[in-house]
Nanobody, 122 residues
């Protein structure tokens, strides 16, 4: 079993930045891809970004390309999501997820954190 704990959410003005962190613990973490998803009230959970274990491969939702950056520090078993130029439509609960190999669909991820709230004021 893998435990994931997100942090770094909060309130930010439109155009501002936040950095989310997700720390993993539990069974061996080697080989785990990590992803970030978000879910706004009344909407489905959507993919934001993902990164392979090595960090060599990343993928982003079109809506965040050029503004968000996913990275990881395997020594600290932590994955980060740097979010710049946030807008109010990105207010949501942001979730960290983990799965062996590679995945970008929420249904393919077996391990999830509890989520962290990001609120962007306009």
């Amino acid at each position: 079993q893998v435990q994931l704990i997100e942090s770094g959410g909060g309130l930010v003005q439109a155009g501002g930045s936040l950095r989310l962190s997700c720390t993993a613990s539990g069974r061996t973490l080697r080989g785990l891809a990590m992803g970030w998803f978000r879910q706004a009230p009344g909407k489905e959970r959507e993919f934001v970004a993902a990164i392979t274990w090595s960090g060599v491969t990343t993928e982003y939702a079109d809506s965040v390309k050029g503004r968000f950056t996913i990275s990881r520090d395997n020594a600290k078993t932590t994955v980060y999501l740097q979010m710049n130029r946030l807008n109010s439509e990105e207010t949501a609960v942001y979730y960290c997820a983990a799965e062996m190999g590679w995945a970008t669909r929420a249904s393919d991820y077996a391990h999830w954190g509890q989520g962290t709230q990001v609120t962007v004021s306009s």
